[in-house]
């Protein structure tokens, strides 16, 4: 007994308990962001150095893989922002999922204020745009501003602290998600080109298999592996981009458990007993079958306790962040400054429209959307925040880096004249939205703080 309660006494609170994902989700995203800004500045020296020819043979080596007669090859460059985006993008379709269902958008009070900060922040940067490419072969890009890159607006929160209100960190993650179904939304219906109806028929047939994969109670993930993977490819073939496929599939994965909370604590209530039996106060050796026995036990009924939703999007955080991510950087980031045909032209419409969309689009969006939220009632100002709180934050929420240089390679071709000063843009309003953001939220008050224990 001695031993139970001395588990029973450094107990985390129940708020810990209940924060302990978000904490998590912080955790990786920011440090996954240090990696992001490192794969960034390789990409930059590589393409401008002595060896930018090879950066180029890199990103168009041709990739290929097949079974039989199929064979699908394609260029690096499209394995990384069709396939491994569409990794990135499953998981931002469980995030949502679960945001959904429990988190931040699980009512409308409650999701409301996040909602429309997000939605004019996402409309605002797009009028921004078309005010300075209306009318000319540059308008298509006006997706670009639209975008929030999560990983690095919250990795400079995270360079806060515990400056930084836990509320404001919620209410970024919130807006980010939120921007993510509206880009899923823009990329589904204005970014995909040829669309073939009856190839998307066949994709949505395998996005039914997995839907009734869910119902008839499958946990094991294989089962959606395959249909996913085949969803995938005939979205790829559909003219609808096939990222697009990436959030369908997250929607289909349980969020439910194979064992309820009592059958849980019974089973591994005996399977303790018999592991304490087994070996007593013994160390665990490889030599006691009935101890490794009683653990192998332990781990299947917890891994049937825990929902495969909140499992699969736990292990992917750390392959998207740490792997996809930075290899996208990597292929995309890399912007030759003396490239043929003028190099940057910073006073371009599309270099002007997307800065401005994001530096001042995104402020003026979010803020004043915030703002007209809570002065109608339908959300309540956090009592821990000060309107200086929500500049910092829409500023952070300005960096669109990776999802506004992935909207751009839908927008154009890797040919177009518009592609360069479109990342150039990106990454210059980037910095300096990220540097602005930091400087506003660090000189706000400790006294807004008043994080509840």
Not at 44 to 53: E, F
Not at 73 to 94: E, H, Q, R, T, Y
Request: glycine share 10%; proline share 5%; net charge neutral.
């Amino acid at each position: 007994m001695s031993r139970s309660k001395g588990l029973t006494r450094d107990e985390p609170r129940t708020i810990d308990k209940m924060l302990h994902p978000f904490y998590e989700f912080v955790r990786v995203e920011s440090s996954g962001g240090l990696v992001l800004i490192a794969a960034t500045v390789i990409a930059l020296i590589w393409a401008n150095s002595p060896w930018g020819d090879l950066y180029e043979a890199f990103k168009n080596v041709q990739l290929t893989v097949g079974a039989g007669e199929f064979i699908l090859s394609k260029p690096a460059i499209l394995w990384i922002n069709d396939g491994l985006m569409a990794v990135f993008f499953f998981l931002v379709g469980l995030e949502i999922k679960r945001e959904i269902m429990v988190g931040e958008l699980n009512s409308f009070r409650q999701a409301s204020l996040p909602l429309f900060a997000a939605i004019g922040g996402m409309v605002v940067p797009a009028l921004v745009y078309a005010f300075f490419n209306n009318g000319t072969p540059s308008a298509d890009g006006w997706g670009i501003p639209m975008a929030t890159d999560i990983a690095f607006s919250l990795g400079v929160l995270s360079m806060l602290g515990d400056r930084v209100p836990l509320s404001l960190k919620i209410f970024l993650t919130a807006v980010a998600i939120v921007d993510d179904i509206g880009a899923i939304l823009v990329i589904a219906v204005f970014y995909s080109t040829g669309v073939s109806l009856w190839i998307i028929g066949i994709g949505l047939l395998f996005f039914l298999c997995m839907i009734l994969l869910n119902k008839m109670g499958i946990r094991a993930p294989l089962p959606y592996l395959f249909f996913g993977t085949l969803m995938w490819f005939a979205f790829l073939k559909s003219g609808v981009h096939a990222t697009v496929a990436g959030v369908l599939a997250a929607m289909t994965i349980p969020a439910t458990t194979r064992i309820c909370c009592g059958d849980f604590v019974s089973s591994m209530r005996g399977h303790l007993s018999e592991y304490d039996i087994a070996g007593g106060e013994s160390p665990v050796t490889l030599s006691n079958k009935q101890m490794l026995s009683s653990l192998g036990s332990m781990n299947k009924d917890v891994l049937m306790a825990s929902p495969p939703l909140k499992r699969i999007e736990h292990n992917l955080h750390y392959f998207v962040a740490f792997a996809i991510m930075p290899v996208f950087a990597l292929a995309n980031a890399g912007i030759n400054f003396n490239a043929d045909g003028g190099g940057i032209d910073v006073f371009h419409p599309v270099s002007m429209g997307i800065f401005f969309g994001l530096i001042v689009g995104k402020v003026i969006g979010i803020c004043l959307a915030s703002w007209f939220v809570i002065k109608i009632g339908f959300a309540d100002m956090p009592s821990t925040l000060v309107p200086r709180h929500f500049l910092g934050a829409s500023l952070l929420a300005s960096i669109g880096f990776t999802m506004s240089i992935f909207i751009a390679t839908l927008a154009w071709d890797a040919s177009s004249p518009f592609i360069t000063d479109a990342k150039f843009s990106i990454l210059t309003a980037s910095a300096v939205a990220g540097v602005l953001g930091f400087l506003v939220l660090r000189s706000c008050p400790h006294s807004a703080q008043r994080n509840s224990d």
